[in-house]
């Protein structure tokens, strides 16, 4: 493994980029960004910028493909060619097929798919930049985006990373720690249910250090999950001071 | 892929409620794998081989060895790729062409696996540092689809690292000479995949193809040579509770120990 710093975090136990081992990176969320889609969201965590939108519940072509009791969703995570070092290609990779799927089983047990038997419900999540942890916010942004269009869900799924670096459980990381790093937990969460809608893991865990690195993970979930209800309600209360002022 | 609607309602209930009370529909317990039926060197053109049963279950993996260019930000270490293939013959659900979303989930999940539990010391692969590295072909090839194709894969790519050996070569004038004579591929740890289906509100081991076609989700926990998670995976629509997956972590652990007993021969 390539070490280009020393340590990602110094003896004061802050990492590189000043925070502390429990701590998010800065998050804005804006809900409604796009004016053609059904319902869209925007999200900077850290350096990363992430947009989502929702087209659906709509027809869905070809029809064979449609489900008799429910919607089909469909989820397309994608990653722009300049969102990363070294230019990507825009063909979609293995990692990025790989990604939607897992998105995709993580944001339908939110969603009351069977309201909509026979449609499609497209969500579609566009990575303009990434600095590690883009599944993770691509959860969050498009579970709003999939409220902003007033599909009904049964709660917000919340998605925050947990890992270790230079032997120490942090939280939310970011690119370099998640690639230097000793392991990188990312967990999906609907909160209010205690649900959890995605897990994976690479790295090198103990049991021990699983457990307490999923409850740094759920923890980050919760929080990640107050600012997703601040930024619906921003953008409803932004309509309220329109509507009243006229 | 929704499969569920193609098992009669009248037997998921069947299922689910004989996982209630801790009995399955092939008469397996709750944490029971199907029986393991291992060969290696299968394949005599391939660097190395191995066919995995796990019940009616089958996958052949074929490692093959090439020479190639390394990575630039890794320029003196060997390179793993891994691939799957649902071969159509398998089930009447795999088609021919490019692999799908679970061909690439499944190749995935295996090379995880291998990678992050850092199976092969990929530093003794490098042959000229940042110019020449071995490159280390797995290809999973699924030839009956029973279920619980991702544990299948793995003890039989992890069979048929074990079972590589590379040819020998010297280098002469900054060229690649092939010498007669092979060499092990070096293996230093031996991940082993466990998956769990979520059927109701159990978890069940192992799930063969009915099971698999009515679970909600299924979690798949990696485990290596220490005892310790180096890979995690949920797929399916449906979700878990953290005790559940705590709980479905130390079962792991127990299973990969005897499973690797089985893969691992002395």
């Given at each position: ?246 | ?29 709750l944490n029971d794998f199907r029986e393991v039926q291992l060969e290696v060197g299968v394949i005599e053109r391939a660097e190395g081989s191995a066919r995995v049963r796990l019940g009616k279950t089958e996958v052949m ?8 260019e390394p990575f630039s930000d890794v320029p003196n270490q060997g390179v793993l790729t891994v691939n799957a293939e649902l071969v159509p013959l398998a089930s009447p659900k795999f088609e021919p062409g490019p692999p ?64 590589t050996k590379i040819f020998n070569y010297e280098i002469k004038d900054d060229e690649i000479k092939i010498k007669p004579g092979y060499t092990q591929l070096p293996i230093v740890d031996h991940p082993i995949a466990v ?72």
């Amino acid at each position: 493994m390539r070490k280009t710093h020393e340590k990602l975090i110094n003896e004061n136990s802050t990492r590189l980029d000043g925070r502390k081992s429990n701590q998010l990176r800065p998050i804005k969320i804006e809900v409604g960004t796009l004016s053609n889609a059904d319902g869209s969201a925007y999200i900077e965590q850290g350096k990363n910028k992430i947009l989502a939108a929702v087209y659906g519940p709509k027809e869905l072509h070809p029809k064979h493909r449609a489900l008799p009791d429910r919607a089909l969703l469909i989820c397309r995570y994608h990653m722009a060619p300049f969102s990363v070092q070294e230019r990507k290609s825009p063909a979609p990779s293995r990692r990025e097929i790989e990604i939607s799927k897992v998105i995709r089983e993580a944001l339908e047990p939110s969603v009351f798919v069977e309201y909509y038997p026979r449609t499609s419900i497209d969500i579609f999540i566009e990575v303009l930049q990434a600095d590690g942890g883009t599944r993770c916010s691509g959860i969050t942004v498009a579970s709003l985006a999939l409220a902003d269009a007033g599909i009904p869900m049964h709660d917000l799924v919340s998605a925050c990373a947990a890992g270790k670096v230079d032997g120490q459980l942090v939280l939310d990381l970011n690119d370099i720690e998640d690639k230097e790093g000793e392991a990188d937990l990312p967990l999906a969460l609907m909160p209010n249910l205690n649900a959890i809608t995605l897990i994976q893991m690479d790295g090198d865990l103990s049991i021990n250090e699983f457990e307490q690195t999923l409850n740094l993970a759920k923890e980050g979930c919760k929080q990640i999950h107050a600012l997703q209800k601040d930024a619906l309600k921003a953008k409803y209360a932004a309509v309220k001071e329109v509507v009243e002022e006229k | 892929m929704t499969s569920s609607i193609t098992v009669a309602r009248v037997k998921q209930k069947r299922i689910a409620e004989l996982i209630s009370h801790g009995k399955r529909l092939d008469e397996r317990g709750l944490n029971d794998f199907r029986e393991v039926q291992l060969e290696v060197g299968v394949i005599e053109r391939a660097e190395g081989s191995a066919r995995v049963r796990l019940g009616k279950t089958e996958v052949m993996v074929g490692i093959k060895i090439e020479i190639g260019e390394p990575f630039s930000d890794v320029p003196n270490q060997g390179v793993l790729t891994v691939n799957a293939e649902l071969v159509p013959l398998a089930s009447p659900k795999f088609e021919p062409g490019p692999p799908n979303e679970n061909a690439i989930e499944l190749a995935r999940v295996v090379d995880r696996g291998i990678r992050e539990s850092k199976a092969i010391s990929t530093e003794k692969l490098c042959i000229i540092p940042g110019k020449k590295v071995f490159i280390v072909f797995v290809d999973l090839w699924v030839l009956n689809h029973d279920g619980n194709l991702i544990d299948a894969s793995a003890m039989a790519a992890l069979a048929a690292l074990l079972n590589t050996k590379i040819f020998n070569y010297e280098i002469k004038d900054d060229e690649i000479k092939i010498k007669p004579g092979y060499t092990q591929l070096p293996i230093v740890d031996h991940p082993i995949a466990v998956t769990f289906a979520k059927i109701d509100d159990n978890f069940v081991v192992d799930p063969w193809l009915v099971e698999e076609q009515v679970m909600d989700a299924r979690f798949t926990i990696t485990i290596d040579k220490d005892g310790k998670i180096c890979a995690l995976q949920k797929g399916g629509y449906g979700y878990f509770s953290m005790e559940k997956i705590l709980e479905a972590a130390k079962i792991a652990q127990q299973k990969a120990e005897e499973l690797r007993k089985i893969v691992v021969k002395g």
